[in-house]
């Protein structure tokens, strides 16, 4: 009976990091097989929507108290779909507890086929799988997993001759859709076109257990997430190769900053590696994390970690700094753009008469008792619809609820730190982006960093399309004047600014949209360079912070650890 329970566990329980599989088979507190589990589950997310209609329409949640949702939703698949139907004891009272209505549930089951048209089960599975690609988001979006690889351990031939050898090369991210519920075994490969060094694989390709990506040569990066440290670094090569130093301000977990320290390796080719790179998170924790990011992906010769380094607090003066010509700033956000972070299957649940839960996937329980009490105890709390289902513990937790005042506060803490890297003295290029979908945190962002004191001082402008890394050129999905979601459209000062930015300013930024044909999530990133290295108006005076606005502790809430 554990098996059910443990289930339950694993999908109540909040997102530790890692892929689901490896979540489950790394889970200290679970007494059913890892296997067992993860095939239950994956299983069971098959058959979700008409086993949630088959326990609605069977009324089992009234009467069996016993029964919660998710509990009811694995029990009943076991039960109408296992070979060997519920894996516990004939008299256990929580498979009694569903055997008791077997005559109501295998009837509802049959009109839920039938309803659908299908004549067998396995067409019923076919259907079943259709509708949730429809309720995905239609045929369009795919959201493959994106691999990067990491040109300080490997190349990118490299990994085609091994890690990727069985792969068989698509054209399209479409082709990476499942065609039929096999995505897992699926091993197809398309080769990014705007990033270089960046793959695409069907989403449920688990590379935690290949060498490539214990040793760092393979890193999972999600493929936007990968255009600021090109649009910073771009196309160089040895004979061209970024000279000065960098800064990455917001870094942790360091994907930006290890990416950053990968194109740097290309561009050096056999040359030795220097520190060149500062890399820094105002969280302790999370530079943590950082560090050992950074020393995985080799990239230690390179990059400095100041652990819990406030960005705000460096002194752009510092002569450590002098020679930092390139920043990267990649601060906390609302998280709105982002989807799909975590792989635990998103179960429809049977919706009770005095609840109305959707997906699975709760808040934590602590500790089971026995079994009888765990079915009470395991009610599934806060359901995870798209919207709220992804706690990022880079940005805000996306709630789905649009908060303009928190909104507004982000922005001012956004605006600040680019403003903030713009005052370094050989600064010459800074990118600034978000995982946000928000006018307000991105191209009102860009209106007034550009209306700037230090922008005007300094002569910072952005950096245009036809300026930009070739891949990124091409990319054609850039800034908008209106948000999309009317909730959020910009309102009065925001409105003002962004109107301020001419088509050619929209022309450079870039952005990334959910739901479209690209496979990504909202992102949004904007290059800014400025042509000379001494201030125009006040020569090399250093600019003081503005500290008017926003004080250190209401904007502290722009990131959590
Ligand atoms: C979106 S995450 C960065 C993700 C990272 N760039 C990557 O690609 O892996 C934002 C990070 O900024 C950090 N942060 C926010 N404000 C900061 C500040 N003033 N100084 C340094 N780090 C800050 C947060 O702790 C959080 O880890």
């Given at each position: 009976?554990?098996l059910?329970?443990?289930?339950v566990?694993i999908?109540?329980e909040p997102s530790?990091?890692g892929s ?27 058959w979700d ?8 329409r069977?009324?089992?949640?009234a009467l069996?108290?016993?029964l919660?949702p998710?509990l009811?939703?694995?029990?009943v698949h076991?039960?109408l779909l296992?070979?060997?139907g519920?894996?516990a ?7 009694q507890a569903v ?5 109501r ?5 049959t009109?839920a086929r039938?309803?659908?048209g299908?004549?067998?089960v396995?067409?019923l599975k076919?259907?079943l ?6 309720a995905d988001g ?7 997993r994106?691999?990067?690889v990491?040109?300080?351990?490997s190349?990118?031939?490299?990994q085609l001759r091994?890690t990727?050898?069985?792969y068989e ?13 096999d ?5 197809l490969?398309?080769?990014?076109p705007?990033i270089?060094?960046l793959v695409?694989?069907p989403?449920g390709?688990d590379?935690?257990s290949?060498?490539?990506?214990k ?6 990066q ?16 040895p004979q061209?190769a970024w000279e000065g130093d960098?800064?990455?301000g917001c870094?942790?977990p ?6 950053m320290?990968s194109?740097l390796?290309?561009?050096?080719e056999q040359?030795?590696?220097r520190?060149?790179?500062?890399s ?6 999370r530079s ?6 950074v020393?995985l ?5 390179t990059v400095?970690v100041?652990?819990?380094q ?5 002194d752009p003066m510092?002569s450590?700094?002098e020679?930092?010509s390139?920043l990267?700033?990649?601060?906390s956000c609302?998280?709105s753009?982002i989807v ?8 429809t649940l049977?919706?009770?008469k005095?609840?109305q839960p959707?997906k699975s996937?709760?808040?934590k329980?602590k500790?089971?008792a ?6 009470e105890k395991?009610?599934?709390k806060?359901m995870?619809g798209?919207a709220?289902?992804?706690?990022s513990?880079e940005?805000?937790?996306?709630t789905?609820?649009v908060?303009?005042?928190r ?5 001012n803490?956004q605006a600040?730190?680019v403003?903030h890297?713009?005052?370094?003295s050989?600064?010459?290029h800074v990118t ?7 006018l307000?945190?991105n191209?009102?962002?860009v209106a007034r960093l550009?209306a700037?004191?230090?922008a005007q001082?300094r002569?910072w402008r952005?950096?245009?399309r036809d ?6 050129r091409?990319?054609k ?6 948000d999309?979601?009317a909730?959020?459209?910009v ?6 600014m962004?109107?301020?930015l001419s088509?050619e300013d929209?022309?450079a930024?870039l952005?990334c949209?959910?739901g ?9 990133v904007a290059g800014f360079?400025r042509?000379?290295k001494t ?5 090399d ?9 926003n004080s250190?502790d ?5 990131f959590?650890?």
């Amino acid at each position: 009976m554990s098996l059910y329970f443990d289930a339950v566990t694993i999908l109540i329980e909040p997102s530790s990091g890692g892929s689901f599989k490896s979540r489950i088979y790394s889970a200290r507190n679970l007494r059913a097989t890892p296997s067992q589990i993860y095939a239950l589950i994956i299983e069971a997310s098959k058959w979700d929507r008409v086993l949630a209609e088959v326990i609605e329409r069977s009324d089992i949640l009234a009467l069996e108290r016993k029964l919660n949702p998710l509990l009811a939703l694995l029990l009943v698949h076991d039960h109408l779909l296992s070979k060997k139907g519920i894996a516990a004891p004939a008299t256990h009272p929580i498979r009694q507890a569903v055997e008791r209505h077997k005559v109501r549930l295998k009837a509802e089951f049959t009109k839920a086929r039938v309803r659908r048209g299908c004549a067998s089960v396995e067409q019923l599975k076919a259907a079943l799988l259709r509708e949730k690609r429809q309720a995905d988001g239609g045929s369009n979006s795919v959201y493959p997993r994106w691999v990067r690889v990491n040109n300080i351990r490997s190349t990118l031939d490299e990994q085609l001759r091994t890690t990727f050898s069985s792969y068989e090369r698509v054209d399209t991210i479409a082709e990476l859709a499942p065609e039929d519920d096999d995505r897992n075994r699926r091993k197809l490969l398309y080769i990014d076109p705007n990033i270089p060094d960046l793959v695409a694989v069907p989403f449920g390709a688990d590379f935690t257990s290949s060498p490539a990506y214990k040793n760092g040569e393979i890193i999972l990066q999600d493929k936007a997430s990968c255009f600021p440290a090109y649009l910073l670094l771009g196309d160089r090569g040895p004979q061209d190769a970024w000279e000065g130093d960098l800064v990455d301000g917001c870094a942790a977990p360091g994907n930006k900053t290890t990416h950053m320290a990968s194109l740097l390796a290309k561009q050096r080719e056999q040359k030795k590696p220097r520190k060149q790179i500062f890399s820094m998170d105002a969280s302790k924790v999370r530079s943590k994390t950082l560090q050992k990011m950074v020393s995985l992906a080799g990239a230690d010769p390179t990059v400095t970690v100041l652990q819990g380094q406030d960005f705000l607090a460096l002194d752009p003066m510092d002569s450590q700094f002098e020679n930092v010509s390139g920043l990267l700033l990649d601060p906390s956000c609302s998280g709105s753009g982002i989807v799909g972070r975590d792989d635990v299957p998103q179960l429809t649940l049977p919706v009770t008469k005095s609840s109305q839960p959707s997906k699975s996937q709760g808040k934590k329980r602590k500790r089971r008792a026995d079994d009888d009490d765990e079915a009470e105890k395991q009610q599934p709390k806060g359901m995870a619809g798209t919207a709220d289902a992804s706690p990022s513990d880079e940005n805000d937790v996306p709630t789905g609820a649009v908060d303009r005042e928190r909104l507004t506060k982000l922005s001012n803490l956004q605006a600040r730190i680019v403003e903030h890297a713009m005052k370094f003295s050989s600064a010459t290029h800074v990118t600034y982006s978000t995982c946000s979908i928000h006018l307000i945190e991105n191209e009102a962002v860009v209106a007034r960093l550009l209306a700037s004191e230090v922008a005007q001082q300094r002569d910072w402008r952005l950096l245009r399309r036809d300026e930009q890394p070739e891949g990124l050129r091409k990319w054609k999905h850039r800034g908008v004047r209106r948000d999309r979601d009317a909730a959020t459209d910009v309102i009065s000062d925001e409105s003002a600014m962004v109107a301020k930015l001419s088509d050619e300013d929209l022309e450079a930024c870039l952005r990334c949209w959910s739901g479209d044909a690209e496979g990504l999530g909202g992102f949004f990133v904007a290059g800014f360079v400025r042509d000379s290295k001494t201030d125009t108006s006040r020569g090399d005076e250093p600019l003081q912070d503005d500290q008017g606005e926003n004080s250190d502790d209401e904007e502290w809430e722009g990131f959590s650890e």
